[in-house]
């Protein structure tokens, strides 16, 4: 009954407290009622229920934020909460001294600011009303029903950038990571979901094991009956596992981790797959890593996954098998599953992530397979489809084709059939790019691309040349590398040798024959062989 509502969101209005406290206890528990916060939103009750957030009786703050944290379930009423200025008052009240009676009313203030943390411009006004201190102090507490809104908020907020950074320098993993053993389900939940988006930053993957955080979380994998849970923990392990130093994926190793991942394989929702196939092909990353999937019986598993259809999930699998391939004896059980076809076929994808993840994991397959020249030419339509990618609008995709396609040219007769597909041009109009990721693999690929027929002409006729010569002057030695490989197999043109010339090719390249990387270094120092060849010779032929 609405007209019963508005009597009650009236009543907030006297100044009888005990009518006051006798309406927010009804309207507390009729809150939970999603019709009930609707009718609260279009009565617009969220500005009463603020306005007794400064009250001076504790009873009264308290049941009008428990209340606020139920009608905050709805968009509406967490736009009314910011609006009305609830936000600096509900942040207030987690101003308390752990461990002391201040801390009935923080649960209050949490749980309301729990729920208001749903909303982007919600999450930036809490942290503008100066909650971060305060929410890193109310964590030192050992009351749980504190501790889980607390988290709770943080791990909502951790969804931003900034925020990350404030729970980082403010010391809260270690609580989180502390909080991960505590026998209290949704506290757990909380503090992996929390370490879960936190662990986005390398920084804090590395706090995560300072703090000793991998073990408790690795333990967490055994809770196979809480899947919120599993979702958290999973996450959390799988951010963590992509620490750069991969001295997390060593202590995973150590914990038996590996094993416990491929188990969770099988039985699971997609939300627990995308996350346990992520942490698999983090921790492939390592021979170690490597060794251990395919000794746990990972590799059959992860080829089935790859005919699903969950975008996300199909990113980390294919990513998984990508960096099982470059184990010899894994690559061959992804061979006899056909799982290079499968790879082959998730080009067609119209997901842009999913068509560049399939073609980076194509790369290794194709290297470290036994007759990979074979198996490529045995997918029918297979070369023509990864040449036209080379028509994509995005970069990743570009990318991780011309690595693809630079495999594929080792073997002479695919890159014969290339070459007819019309990979020259293609190759030559992306040479503009200033994307190093880009420029690394495109010159590597158009350095393979060499080695077949007229392609060393076809390419400097189709001005590939004098955009190359500019990837020299790039930060990155490895697109220094494959440009100067690239530049080394053109230089035995003549044609193309002027245009480098006329580039300033020579100068850049003098500077690259004192090289420590000995692969840049006789690149740098057959094209300035092969210049200065065509040089003496055109003298030669003008004195003659």
């Not at 100044?15 to 528990?29: F, H, Q, S």
């Not at 879960?196 to 055994?222: M, N």
Request: net charge neutral; proline share 2%; with cysteine.
């Amino acid at each position: 009954d609405v007209g019963g509502l508005e009597t009650l969101i009236n009543l907030l209005d006297t100044d009888d407290p005990k009518c006051k406290i006798g309406a927010l206890k009804i309207l507390k528990e009729v809150s939970q009622n999603v019709t009930i916060r609707s009718a609260i939103a279009e009565l617009e009750g969220i500005k009463p229920l603020i306005e007794l957030l400064r009250d001076s009786d504790e009873e009264l703050k308290c049941l009008a934020a428990e209340t606020i944290a139920h009608c905050a379930k709805n968009a509406r009423n967490r736009n009314s909460v910011r609006r009305f200025g609830g936000i600096k008052k509900l942040v207030r009240l987690l101003k308390a001294r752990t461990g002391s009676s201040e801390e009935v009313v923080a649960i209050s203030g949490a749980l309301a600011l729990a729920s208001c943390s749903k909303s982007a411009k919600n999450k930036e006004a809490i942290q503008n009303a100066g909650a971060i201190s305060l929410l890193a102090n109310l964590l030192t507490s050992q009351n749980e029903k504190l501790l889980i809104p607390v988290v709770g908020i943080l791990q909502e907020c951790a969804s931003t950038e900034n925020y990350r950074l404030a729970i980082r320098s403010s010391g809260m993993i270690k609580f989180l990571v502390e909080n991960l053993s505590s026998k209290n389900e949704e506290l757990q939940t909380h503090c992996a979901s929390a370490i879960f988006k936190c662990a986005e930053e390398d920084e804090t993957r590395e706090l995560v094991r300072q703090f000793e955080g991998l073990t408790p979380l690795v333990s967490l994998l055994d809770n196979t009956s809480n899947k919120e849970l599993l979702i958290a923990a999973t996450g959390a392990v799988w951010k963590c596992a992509q620490n750069y130093q991969v001295e997390n994926v060593a202590a995973f190793n150590k914990l038996n981790t590996i094993k416990k991942l491929v188990g969770l394989m099988e039985n699971q929702p997609e939300d627990v797959l995308v996350n346990v196939v992520g942490a698999l092909g983090a921790c492939a990353q390592t021979a170690e890593g490597r060794q251990g999937i395919r000794e746990g019986g990972g590799i059959t598993p992860l080829v089935n996954l790859l005919t699903g259809t969950n975008q996300a999930l199909l990113v980390n699998v294919t990513t998984a098998v990508g960096a099982s391939a470059l184990d010899a004896d894994s690559m061959a059980v992804i061979d006899r599953l056909d799982g290079v076809r499968l790879l082959w076929s998730l080009l067609k994808s119209t997901n842009h992530h999913v068509q560049a993840s399939a073609a980076w994991a194509i790369s290794p397959c194709i290297e470290h397979a036994k007759d990979a020249g074979e198996m490529v030419r045995s997918f029918v339509g297979g070369l023509e489809l990864i040449v036209s990618l080379l028509k994509s609008e995005h970069v990743e995709v570009l990318a991780s084709v011309c690595a693809a396609i630079a495999n594929i040219a080792k073997d002479e007769e695919n890159l014969a059939v290339i070459t007819d597909h019309g990979v020259v041009p293609m190759l030559a109009k992306l040479t503009n790019t200033r994307n190093d990721k880009l420029r690394k693999n495109l010159a590597e690929a158009i350095a393979r691309c060499c080695h077949w027929g007229n392609n060393r002409v076809a390419f400097g006729t189709a001005s590939a040349v004098a955009p190359l010569v500019k990837y020299l002057r790039s930060p990155d030695d490895q697109v220094h590398r494959s440009t100067a490989r690239a530049l080394h197999q053109l230089s035995m043109d003549p044609d193309n040798c002027i245009t480098m010339h006329e580039n300033g090719v020579v100068q850049l390249l003098l500077g690259m024959v004192g090289s420590t990387d000995t692969a840049l270094q006789e690149a740098a120092a057959g094209t300035i062989g092969n210049i200065r060849r065509l040089a003496l010779a055109s003298e030669k032929a003008s004195l003659a």
